[in-house]
Each structure stands twice: as C-alpha cells, then as structure tokens.
C-alpha cells in the first residue's frame, strides 16, 4: 500500500510538473503573442486607437487566463472502478458542472461528460468536443490511474480551453487584418534600428519612393532624406532616445529614385525588440500638397502684411481684457508711440477720454459675442494731439474657437472729421438762409395782403352798391386785377414750398374724366370770352384712378391759362388719351397746344426756370412772374413724369406730359339734400383791432352792412383798454402791428383779463406754424387776409353761432338758381350761396378757396395721423370747421367734430381716416361744381 501511494504520490508529482510545463509553454506563447501585438500597434499612428483597444482586450484576455491558472485548480475528478463512479471533485469541478458535491456522487463520469446530447466520450485523454449540461464545450483532459482504498480509481483533471482557443482564432483573425491594414496602408510604416537600417517596410514605401524591395531594404532611412535635412534629422532622433522621448512627429523632405523631392510628416516610436534592442517603428504620410499650400499661404500673408503695413491702416491687437498685445507700425506712426511703449498697455488708460472709453467698453462687449462692427472715436496721440479715428473691430479666436481677443484697424480720419464740422456749419448757414427766405417770403406776402386786403374789400362793396355801366367796369377791373395779384402771391407760396421740399401729394380715388373734364369747362368758358376757338379731345374712360386731383387740376389750370395769355387769335386745344395699358394701371398723354406767339429754340431751354419769361419784354406786356411753368414741371416731376415743350416762334407752343396712374374701384359718394342755416349778427359788439387804415375802413363798411356795432383799435395796447373799458361779443385781431401785435395781445387778453371773448385773427400769414401759435395764444380761428365777405362772415358765424339753424336776414335775395345747383351729395353749398347774396363769380372764387385749404389740409391730416400727433389733427380739425359748415353736409360737420372734441382712441382713429376720406371727397366734388 505504501509503494501505492508513493507511485500515486509520484504520479501526482509528476502530473503537476506536466501541468507547471504546459503553464509555462502557455505563458510564454501569451508573451510572445502580446510582444507581436505590441509591435503591431506601434506600426501604424493612425491605427492607434483601434489597435491599442484591442490591445487592452487582450491583456485582459491573457490576465483572465493566468489568473485562471495560476489562483485556481483545474475541475478536478475522482472516480473508481471501471464504471469511473465519481467519489469525490473540487470547487472547480463544481462550478464546471454547475451542481452541488451531492449530485455528482456515485454518478459516472461518461454520464457527465458527451460528445453529442445521447452519446458518452469514453475516451477522457486528450482534447475533444464534449456536451456539459447540455453546452457543447471544447475540453482538454489529463487522467491517471490511481488506487483508492486499493481500489481502482482515476485522477481526472479537465480543463475547459473552448475560450482560449476561440481567444486564439481571433488573436490569427487580427493579426491577418492588421498585417492586411499594414500592407494596404496609404501611408508608409516601416521599422527601422537606430543607425536607420530598414528591417521593414510596407508596400507603400516602395511605391512613393520609387525603389523595389531589394534596393530599399539595403540602404538606410536617412540616405532618403533631402542632405540640408540630413543632420537636423539625425540630431532630432537621437535626442529623442537620449531623453526616452516615446511618440514624436517632425516634417521633412526626402528625394525619391527618378530625383522627385517630396514632403513627409512621420511620427516615430520608440519600442524594444524581443531581443532588448531598440527599433524605431515609424508612419509617415505625404503632405507635399499641403506644405506647398502653406508656403504660398505664407506669401500670401507676407504680401497682405507688407500691403496693410504700407496702408495708412493701424493695426492693433489686444487681448479679452483689452491689453495690447501687438501694434503694428502704421498704427506707432498713428498714434506717436513705440511698439515697446505700447505693449502689454491699456489704451483706454493711455491714448482716450471718457467718452471714447465708453463707446470703446460697449464695442468690447460685441467682440466678446463674436460680432464685428465699425465705430468712430477721438483718440489723443503722444503728444496730446487729439485725432480722429475709424475703428473696424472684428474678434478672432483660439484653438478652441473662444474670442481670444481683437484686431482694430484704425483709419485716420481727422480731415474728414473737419470737413463734416465745416458742413455742419454751412448747412446750418444754408438753413438759416432758408428760414430767412421763409421769413421774407411770408413778410412780403403779409405786406402784399394787407393792401390788397382793403383793395378786393372796397371792390366788393362798391359792386354791392349803385353803379353806372362804366364805374361797374372800372370796379370789375379792379377785382380782375387784384385776382391776378393773389394769384401771384399764391404762386410765390407754392413755389416756395415746392423749393423746400414740402410740397406732397394727397393721392386719392378721383374720376379721371370729371376731373380734366372741369378744368376744360372752367378754361373753355374763358378762351371763348376772348373769341379763340377751344377745342377739346378727352378720350379717357370714366372711372377711378388713384391721384393727386388738386394738383393735376393746378397742373392743366396753369398750361391752359399759359396758352391763354399768349394766344390772341386762332385756337387752343386739349387733347387727353391712353397710350398705354397695364394691367393695373393706365399711362396717360396730356397735350395742350396753342397757336399763340410761340417760342424761339434759343429761349426753349430757360422757359422752366423760376421768375424767367421767355423774352425780356413779356412779363410787361403779358403780366406773370414766370412761375407757372416752373411750378408745374416741379408737380409733374413729383409725379414721376416729366414736361416736354416744342414751339416755333408765331406759329404756336405744345406741351405735353404722361402720367401713369393706378386704376381703382369706383366709388359714389353719399347724396344728401339737408341744407344747414346761418344764425344772425345783428346788433352784435364787435371790437376790430387793426393798424391799417384801408382795411379798417373796408372791415368797418362789411360789418355795418350786417347791422354790426364796430369798436376800432389801432394796436393791441388800445385793444386792451377798450377790452376793460366794455364788453364785447367778438374780437377781429390783426396779428402784425405796432406797440403790441395781435400774438401779445391775446395772450394778455386770455391770462391777465381772463376774458373768454372769442378772438379771430385777421392775417396774412397761414402756415402751420402761424396756425399753432394763434391757437396756443387762446384764438378761436383765423381769416387769411385778403378775405371776401363771405369768409369774413363764415368765420365769425361759425364762432359765434356754430350749431344755430335760424335763418339769417343777409341771405334775402338769394338765387334761388345757385341753391338749387349746390344741394347735391357730400358738397352742400346752400350756406355759401346766402352768405354771397347771389353773387356767382364771388361764390366761385370762394370754392377755389375752400379746395386749396381742404387739399392742403388732407396732406397734415396723413402726416400727423402716421406720426401719431393726434394734438395736430385736433388742432386742424378745429380749423377745418368753417369751411366744412360752409361747403359740406351736417354728417361731414359733425364728424369733424367728433375728431376735434373726442378722446384720441381705436375709434377715433377710424374717425380720422373716414374724414381724409370724406375731405378727399368733397374736395373732388367742390372741383366739379366749382365751372
């Protein structure tokens, strides 16, 4: 027995010698293979992550297994007899099986063991495929005789290698894909020692560099190398093994076989071999094209550097705070300061005052966004002298693409700083120039108006009284002339406003036949007075195009009133058509010809001048001041189009023009019959403020007629004292006198009285500043001088007696022909026709009137409603009211009321716009009636 457990005891010795060898063979293939993978990885730098991963998988691998057998038995069996009954197994045999000792006790071992689900491996020896709970498995198994108990029995070791030898196929897997990614790399990996003898090289050295195997593996790395990089190449290498450097990357140039020169960037590692020597494992790729790029980026660079510096630009670069971190020369030479003076400096410290510094922090915050911008700034040079400075300012960034800092390129622009201040200054002079103009043109049309006021008043009160044929033609000839004055005042006013730019269209939707239409009868009623034939050719159809109907009745008014002037025999015609057709809009032709006295070719060019007559002796003999046709090439151009002229002196002129006009929807306006009644003035107190002489003999004569008690004051001084001395249920205040004018007085008069008597200014001037400061001085309304009678009581009675509907005793003897004429649609003239005591000539050049101001105040209704002045709209819906209450319908009255007194809101806004649009309206209507 004992000679049995010494052989078993032996036996087992020896089995464990086998097992240590079969663990150190193991461990040694597991070495050599992971030095092999080792090496592999080192190949290819861009294979670096794939290679390195797999790496790691298989040292773990390789872990997995020696502490698999170097920290635990083999599954361990121990079976008897010849039916191999299992008798005993260890932890691993447990684990293997995957049951408790108990359930393998007195089982077969054949029974545990199959090499298919039905059929047991009697052959435990060696490596086969065996079924383990029903798992296919690929085992290797050492059994040994042993007695037990002198029993029989078997030492059974298995060993489960189905990992390993999968482990195994995919190590030969990958080491054939990576030799295959070796062998067909884009790149050149090649293993060399330190002298630079190649030990490998893959197939793409050989075809970059032009040499076959042969020639390539029997020479050395740096022959290849272009000689001047010789040196620095070796230098390179051998500091890195001197210093263990593991990874570097260097570019250089190398010569090809046929003497081609290309460029490589190679990174080298250094590994030891199995042997302990050092190798040098390289990838290199080919970057010719990209250092030949960067050269010429260089040059590139080098030749926008040198075109910036010879710039009269500065450059400047500072960093997130600001900190100068380089200044080029142009910005020194800028600036006054070194280079070495300037960096590492604040220029907000060193070269800017407060106000540049702000605008330069809040430029700051935009580089740090990211965004670019141009500013300008006072900067202060070396020597204190302040300049001025364009700045582009653009961020750029760091490799992480975060704003590093900004470059500044400064342009001086001192001089041109200069010249805007000099600009400045004659633009201020021009305006002042222009306000003087302004001044002089509204002075001369006060001092015109006055006289003229008191002219066309006593005309018209002569025409009222008793006059023989001959004193009716001297006054008629009067009025004429006074007319034609006004006209010409008029024509200064629209010049004037035309030449300052503020002269607009009021578009509307107008009946384009009606409207030429009117003017053709208006005109043609007069060209035959003078016994000139008129002839008229209007074949335009009768609907709505969108317009200027004012100003295009001015336009064809003052051609057909030119051809007029200078035809004194013969014909005129006007002739109208379209001459082309779109689809929303129509282009019309408008012709006037005239066989008057024509024009020479030589005085063509001047006849749109303003103040210029085509001859010297014209204006004599003719009248005019040469404004008309200025004034309507101006309207005309205002409308896009322009005005031609050809003429042959004694023959006869044309002109001619075309307009494109948008078409619109016909639309009719509301008819109405309602006809609103004056209220009476009779025995009324009425205090007259006027210095002029004339104009009060001519005011006091109006208003006597109206049975009207008259007070007169010379200025506003004696205004104020008659103010005290009684009362007074009107005040006509002339606004330009002397010792107090009429803006002083009725200031006076509404805060130191504290009278609420209302006051209408009687004046010359109407613009809308002129407007604003009556009203802000507490005055009811105005009566543009020279007034008529009829506006003259319109203003008054729409003062004083704004809603009373009693008959008025003035109107006695109205036409009832001309109150029949006018009671129709939005226009209702039957106020007008009373207060002009049937005068239709009178009553005519009163509607002329009221279109002006309706037209005009269309125009500020849609500026002030677009600039959101709702003060400005009451303001002129307030001024509005007299003529409304004498050319309109109560609905219209009412609605301008409405606009005055209401809170400016969403409904009084909706207000506004119906009113511009009833204005647009009743202007076109006032046009047609108005022949």
């Not at 059994?143 to 078997?154: A, H, L, T, W």
């Not at 105040?857 to 003529?883: D, G, R, V």
Request: charged share 30%; aromatic share 6%; net charge negative.
């Amino acid at each position: 027995m004992k000679n049995e457990i010494e052989l078993l005891r032996r036996q087992i010795i020896r089995e464990r010698e086998a097992r240590k060898q079969a663990e150190s063979l193991l461990e040694n293939k597991s070495k050599e293979l992971f030095d092999s993978n080792q090496k592999l990885v080192q190949l290819n730098i861009r294979l670096e992550d794939l290679v390195g991963e797999r790496t790691y998988q298989l040292e773990k691998e390789k872990e997995q297994l020696k502490q698999m057998i170097d920290e635990h038995p083999l599954p361990m069996l121990i079976s008897t007899g010849k039916e191999n009954i299992i008798v005993n197994a260890n932890k691993k045999a447990l684990q293997l099986f995957k049951c408790e000792l108990s359930d393998l006790l007195d089982k077969e071992v054949p029974d545990l063991v199959k090499s298919e689900e039905d059929s047991c491996v009697n052959d435990l020896n060696g490596t086969f495929y065996a079924f383990i709970n029903g798992t296919k498995r690929e085992l290797r198994c050492y059994c040994s005789n042993i007695q037990i108990d002198e029993i029989p029995g078997k030492l059974i070791l298995l060993e489960d290698i189905s990992e390993k030898s999968e482990m195994l196929d995919q190590i030969t897997k990958k080491e054939r894909q990576y030799k295959n990614l070796v062998e067909n790399s884009s790149d050149v990996i090649f293993i060399c020692d330190l002298d630079g003898k190649f030990k490998y090289v893959n197939p793409m050295g050989f075809k970059l560099t032009g040499f076959d195997e042969e020639e390539l593996m029997d020479t050395h790395f740096f022959k290849l190398v272009r000689p001047d990089y010789q040196k620095k190449l070796r230098g390179f290498y051998n500091f890195q093994v001197k210093n263990k450097i593991q990874s570097t990357y260097i570019e250089f140039p190398i010569i090809c076989k046929d003497g081609k020169e290309l460029w490589l960037g190679q990174t080298v590692d250094i590994n030891a071999n199995s042997n302990g020597d050092i190798e040098f494992f390289a990838l290199s790729r080919e970057i010719s094209d990209r250092i030949k790029y960067e050269k010429a980026m260089m040059r590139s660079e080098e030749k926008f550097r040198s075109i910036i510096e010879n710039l009269e630009l500065g450059l400047l670069e500072v960093d997130r705070n600001g900190i100068i971190l380089k200044a080029y020369p142009q910005f020194c030479k800028l600036i006054g300061y070194s280079s070495e003076e300037l960096v590492g400096q604040d220029p907000l410290q060193l070269m800017v005052d407060d106000e540049s510094r702000n605008i330069i922090l809040n430029e700051s915050k935009k580089r740090k966004q990211g965004n670019s911008s141009v500013y300008e700034i006072k900067m202060f040079k070396k020597d204190k002298t302040p300049i001025w400075v364009m700045i582009s300012g653009a961020p750029y960034y760091n490799e992480k693409n975060e704003v590093a800092g900004t470059v500044g390129i400064h342009l001086d622009i001192t001089q041109r700083k200069l010249m805007e201040e000099e600009l400045k200054e004659a633009k201020l002079l021009a305006e002042n120039s222009l306000k003087s103009k302004d001044l002089f043109v509204a002075n001369i049309s006060h001092e015109i108006r006055t006289p003229l006021n008191a002219i066309m008043g006593m005309s018209q009160l002569l025409e009222q009284g008793i006059l023989n044929q001959k004193q009716h033609q001297f006054v008629q000839a009067i009025s004429k002339s006074s007319e034609n004055l006004l006209m010409i005042v008029n024509d200064l006013l629209d010049f004037s406003k035309l030449e300052a730019g503020k002269m607009d269209l009021t578009l509307g939707s107008h009946n384009i036949y009606e409207t030429i239409t009117d003017v053709a009868n208006l005109w043609g009623y007069k060209i035959e007075e003078k016994n000139i034939d008129f002839s008229k050719n209007i074949s335009v159809p009768q609907k709505n195009f969108l317009y200027d109907a004012t100003r295009l009745n001015g336009i064809l008014s003052n051609l057909l009133h030119n051809a007029l002037k200078f035809t004194e025999k013969g014909m005129i015609s006007l002739n109208v058509e379209i001459v082309k057709e779109h689809k929303n809009k129509s282009v019309f032709l408008f012709k006037i010809e005239d066989t008057g006295i024509g024009i020479s070719e030589s005085q063509l060019a001047q006849i749109f001048e303003s103040f210029v007559q085509a001859e010297p002796g014209i204006a004599r003999k003719y009248g005019g001041t040469g404004l008309g046709l200025s004034i309507s090439r101006n309207l005309i151009e205002l409308m896009g189009s322009q005005l031609k002229v050809s003429s042959q002196l004694n023959v006869g002129t044309t002109f001619e023009f075309e307009l494109t006009l948008e078409k619109q929807n016909e639309s009719n306006s509301e008819k109405t019959k309602e006809l609103i009644e004056v209220g009476l003035l009779k025995d009324l107190n009425i205090l007259l403020v006027e210095d002029n002489q004339f104009n009060q003999i001519m005011a006091h004569s109006i208003l006597e007629n109206w049975n009207v008690n008259v007070v007169i004051a010379n200025n506003g001084k004696e205004a104020i004292e008659r103010i005290q001395e009684q009362e007074f249920d009107l005040i006509l205040m002339d606004i330009q006198m002397p010792v107090m004018d009429g803006i002083q007085c009725s200031w006076k008069i509404r805060h130191d009285l504290k009278s609420t008597t209302p006051i209408l200014a009687l004046t010359a001037n109407a613009m809308p500043n002129d407007v604003k400061k009556y009203l802000d001085v507490g005055m009811n309304g105005f009566v543009l001088k020279p007034f008529r009678q009829h506006e003259l009581y319109i203003s008054i009675k729409n003062v004083l007696f704004p809603d009373m509907n009693e008959k008025n005793p003035v109107t006695n003897g109205v036409n009832e022909k001309m109150k029949s004429m006018y009671s129709d649609e939005i226009c209702d003239l039957s106020n007008l026709t009373k207060n002009c005591l049937g005068n239709e000539a009178f009553m005519r050049r009163m509607i002329t009137v009221a279109i002006q101001e309706i037209g005009n105040n269309i125009i500020k209704l849609e500026e002030n409603l677009n600039a959101n002045k709702p003060a400005e709209i009451k303001n002129i819906a307030h001024s509005l009211k007299p003529t409304i209450q004498n050319v309109a319908n109560k609905q219209a009255f009412e609605l301008v009321r409405s606009v005055e007194l209401d809170e400016p809101n969403e409904t009084w806004k909706i207000n506004v716009n119906v009113l511009i649009s009833k204005l647009d309206l009743l202007k076109n209507e006032l046009v047609k009636r108005n022949i």
